[in-house]
């Protein structure tokens, strides 16, 4: 049987955050303790070792996205707001339309 996408969306968000935790140790190795080899071989290292982690981060926020939209499409940030527009009357699309997403 084929695993359900919202299931399968937070078990990869899940692993990626496992994976970047580990990208980000990297940062601390004991590596970098040692002298370099050429000019600017540390600093490359690192400026490429986080690079990797934006990515990683973008990649967890899109597979966010397909369980936003696999749902009603509204972000579970943007839920709070909508709940205070219902109860005070307001409509939806103006909440929406501030949204910062």
């Known amino acids: 049987m084929e695993e359900q996408i919202k299931d399968k969306a937070r078990r990869l968000r899940t692993g990626l955050l496992d994976i970047e935790e580990q990208v980000r140790d990297m940062m601390g190795h004991s590596f970098y303790k040692d002298g370099e080899d050429f000019l600017r071989q540390h600093s490359e290292m690192r400026a ?54």
């Open 48 to 101: 490429s070792t986080m690079l990797a982690v934006r990515h990683i981060e973008d990649a967890r926020m899109r597979l966010g996205k397909v369980l936003q939209y696999e749902r009603d499409g509204v972000a579970i940030f943007d839920r709070p707001k909508i709940q205070e527009a219902i109860e005070a009357g307001e409509p939806i699309s103006d909440t929406l339309r501030d949204s910062p997403s």
